[in-house]
């Protein structure tokens, strides 16, 4: 076992302490007892080498139905209090170690040739971070917002000069914070509307990348003077955001026109907001007199010009405020004269007295605060996160046919290919309306029609792309040009197909190339284009190996595709925060990217409980936006040479190996079904209030119908973590059994294999075979046991595979850090699963259930969530 940093020791210590005095204090000596006899218990499991659980599960076996919610709770709040210890001791020891984004401009300027090249790509940087809403936060906003104290204060602490007195007083507002987070229910007893997602999403940016965007320019600015020799420009945003909260429908019928045009509303209230602080701030600071001939033209008896721009701009950003405001509660108020449509009616005025300033020799002055809110407007715009729209392809096809339909034209569903794009494009090119005035039509395609106009109608600033899940044709990205046009559209949005299954992916390429042949599309798309690849569903579809494979194969053949059509292609990664759904470290993601796919541009969604892991505090967000900057700069600047046709041969035979494997269990298995329902809590999954989204795709089918979050979700509560790895044993045994030195060759010099290992082994190490079986035995009739069995057989062979492979004896070997991070929860979470486990097989053996046992199963799940560091 690793010593853990003493630091971090002391901190859980303190943290455990303060929960314990609390719950002593509020639950009484008795119940205090038996928290510390089990916590003692999964200490002594986590240190023994083969720890014995048996104790453990004698314990908790013998509790008390009234015990165990407050049991479920303390084990629940030591978690999430542990995790914080361990996120502020590695936040801060990121901030200790040597500063990777100047290391590599370090690195790069001192070769020949690269330093004016990696300035140009610096200016050029295009790193767009899409904050999704998909439900895996299942943490509460208020114990975030407690949480994220309690990080400060532990870092408040660490200051040395501390007087003894200012040391209590930081440890009584631990205690406080403690005792508000004991008292407070960490269970959401409503789903959040996609409205509160958007509030959520605002909230991280008001509280944390508000500050953290223009401190990470101003850090990159310093090491392009120093090694580059030259400043950034003012304008320049290489980092940017955008969300799919608010404006993600596939799925989700609660997403409606309405609510995007409230989500769009709520967010220009928000950014004047903001703004309106940051002005007034600026009116403060910039008191002095000397101003430049343009400015004082504009104020020519004013002896504070500055001020006086202040605050005309605040009044601006003020009749905006107001409006929006007025709009939200759906009062009916008159647009005014001066409102704020575009990020140049913030510029013009702050850039007025930013030249002024350098001409009458005050440059630290206009370098200061001015610069940072300048970025800002550059990085977050009018409405902070400009919106993409996202549908299933299907539903714009079903509004074609009902219109084609209405129209006597035929039957558009039963058309082929060739005959719906000859329509579509007839229709594109012509200068008559489409659209009738009234006729009858589905509600859903009176939503998809409404949505439209909704995008038509607002600033062309607050939107980003529109996104078409499950594209399969060219005919899906036309038809989506043609509801646009016909609903008023007067620019043209960028239509973005995703690639999801593995099947669409081999056909990518395909729909793609058909695309840019078309006249049309070149024209409308400006030989511009952003393509979506989907992680979840396909990894879902297919297995993890032969799914990576697949991304790798398409992102390849799209590349020299666009290079052919002289077409600028940005990727979409659709990565989750799970392994499993294409999560994991940026760098090793970048790293592992075709070459020639990044070219300093790059697209990725975050999601879920991953913004608030990357970019919920500011200090965090900081050493984010530093990897993904330099993940970026080396995946463009130094990218990996294309893989040798041997191993191109060899995973492409080890893939269809895994592809084999993973379907024969999971689509010809035939105690799969049953096994994986009985086993995890996947039907119990929905008494958690987590997100606006339902679980599945449609009201009725199985597992094949069950989204890719909630799949994960289920295996990843019960320790298996079943979606990252299952078919890759068969994988490697095939190579190993075929060619060993060519799979050993890959492991040591293919990025792009060597980083999938990682991830793999990554999620090996979370896994736990023993508990697994514990929730089989308490869970699954006998007679699907067998099938449990050759899956933690699979598991275990695997772990062993991966250690010869990496030639090592433990997982995570090299990733101390990593291992160290894991044992400070692996005693609070063990005894979580243990008791989820109980509390299962109690609920679904009852008629009828208390509150108070629902309340703790619905406890278990967020407590062993924040434990893995993910939910789906």
Request: proline share 5%.
């Amino acid at each position: 076992m690793l010593k853990l940093p003493e630091t971090l020791r002391e901190n859980v210590r303190l943290l455990g302490e303060l929960l314990g005095e609390t719950i002593h204090a509020h639950e009484g000596v008795e119940l205090f007892t038996k928290v510390e006899g089990i916590r003692q218990l999964g200490k002594a499991i986590t240190k023994a080498e083969n720890g014995d659980s048996a104790p453990l599960v004698a314990m908790l076996s013998s509790l008390d139905d009234q015990d165990i919610l407050p049991i479920v709770r303390a084990f629940n709040q030591f978690l999430n209090l542990a995790n914080i210890a361990d996120q502020e001791y590695f936040s801060s020891a990121e901030a200790e170690r040597d500063d990777s984004l100047q290391t590599m401009i370090q690195e790069f300027a001192g070769l020949h040739g690269k330093k004016d090249a990696l300035a140009q790509i610096i200016n050029k940087l295009r790193i767009e971070l899409v904050l999704t809403a998909h439900p895996t936060e299942v943490t509460r906003r208020t114990l975030i917002r407690k949480y994220d104290q309690i990080v400060d204060t532990l870092a408040d602490r660490q200051n040395g000069s501390l007087l003894a007195f200012e040391q209590d007083k930081l440890r009584g507002r631990l205690h406080r914070l403690v005792e508000e987070i004991w008292a407070t229910d960490e269970i959401r007893t409503t789903r959040p509307t996609a409205v509160d997602e958007a509030k959520w999403g605002f909230a991280v940016i008001e509280n944390s990348l508000w500050q953290a965007v223009p401190d990470f320019i101003r850090h990159l600015d310093r090491m392009c003077t120093r090694h580059l020799g030259e400043s950034l420009p003012v304008d320049i945003r290489p980092v940017k955001f955008y969300s799919w909260m608010g404006g993600d429908r596939d799925g989700n019928p609660n997403v409606t026109h309405k609510i995007t045009r409230e989500v769009l509303l709520l967010g220009r209230w928000m950014a004047a907001e903001l703004y309106s602080r940051d002005v007034y701030s600026l009116g403060g600071d910039l008191s002095m007199i000397e101003a430049s001939d343009e400015l004082r033209a504009l104020y020519p008896e004013s002896t504070t010009p500055y001020r006086d721009v202040m605050f005309d701009l605040r009044r601006r950003i003020q009749s905006t405020l107001e409006w929006a405001e007025a709009r939200l509660q759906g009062r009916s108020v008159e647009v005014p004269a001066d409102l704020i449509t575009s990020r140049e009616d913030l510029l013009s005025p702050l850039m007025l007295c930013f030249r002024s300033l350098h001409e009458v020799g005050l440059p630290h002055i206009a370098n200061g605060p001015l610069v940072d809110t300048i970025r800002r407007i550059h990085c977050f715009g009018i409405n902070l996160v400009p919106l993409d729209i996202r549908q299933d392809g299907d539903r714009h096809v079903q509004a074609i046919d009902e219109l084609v339909q209405y129209l006597g034209l035929g039957n558009y569903r039963e058309w082929a290919e060739e005959e719906r794009q000859a329509f579509l494009l007839e229709s594109l090119n012509s200068k008559r309306p489409l659209l009738p005035i009234s006729w009858p039509m589905s509600d859903e395609t009176a939503e998809v029609l409404a949505t439209c106009r909704v995008v038509a109608q607002e600033p062309r600033e607050i939107l980003s792309h529109y996104v078409i899940s499950m594209a399969q044709q060219p005919s899906d990205v036309l038809a989506v040009a043609l509801l646009l046009k016909e609903c008023g559209m007067t620019w043209n949005m960028p239509i973005v197909p995703l690639f999801e299954t593995l099947d669409d992916l081999d056909r990518a390429p395909i729909v793609m190339e058909r695309l840019w042949n078309l006249e049309w599309y070149q024209q409308y798309s400006a030989n511009q284009q952003t393509v979506m690849i989907g992680y979840s569903d396909s990894a879902k579809d297919a297995g993890k190996l032969a799914a990576t494979w697949a991304q790798y194969k398409a992102q390849e053949k799209l590349v020299a595709l666009a290079d052919k059509f002289d077409v600028s292609l940005v990727l979409f990664h659709g990565r989750g925060g799970t392994v499993g759904r294409g999560g994991g470290p940026v760098e090793k993601a970048m790293a592992s990217q075709p070459p020639g796919s990044v070219k300093g541009r790059i697209r990725v969604t975050e999601q879920g409980e991953m913004i608030r892991y990357k970019f919920g505090l500011p200090r965090v967000a900081f050493s984010s936006l530093s990897s993904y900057v330099v993940a970026t700069l080396r995946a463009t600047m130094a990218p990996n040479a294309a893989p040798k046709a041997e191993w191109r041969d060899l995973i492409e035979r080890m893939g269809t190996a895994s592809l084999e494997a993973y379907r024969a269990v999971v689509r010809g298995h035939k105690d799969f079904v049953p096994y994986f329902r009985n086993l995890t809590p996947e039907q119990e999954l929905s008494l958690l209030a987590l997100g606006s989204r339902p679980a599945k795709r449609k009201s009725t089918g199985g597992v094949e119908s069950l989204r890719a979050i909630p799949w994960v979700f289920a295996w990843t509560q019960v320790r298996l973590n079943l979606p990252a790895w299952l078919g890759t044993r068969q994988a490697f045994e095939y190579a190993l059994k075929n060619d060993p030195e060519l799979l050993q060759d890959m492991v040591s010099n293919w990025p792009f294999f060597s980083s999938f290992l990682d991830l793999l082994e990554m999620v090996i190490g979370k896994a736990d075979g023993p508990i697994c079986t514990y929730y089989e035995q308490q869970l699954v009739p006998v007679e699907y046991r067998g099938l449990g069995q050759e899956l933690r057989g699979d598991l275990q062979a695997l772990e062993g595979l991966i250690n010869q492979l990496k030639k090592q004896d433990v997982l995570l070997a090299d990733e101390p850090m990593l291992r160290q991070s894991l044992e400070v929860r692996k005693p609070y979470v063990d005894p979580l699963n243990y008791l989820q486990a109980e509390l299962l097989k109690r609920y679904r053996s009852s008629e009828t259930i208390s509150p108070d046992l629902e309340r703790a199963l619905k406890v278990t799940m967020a407590g062993i969530a924040a434990g893995m560091r993910n939910t789906g």
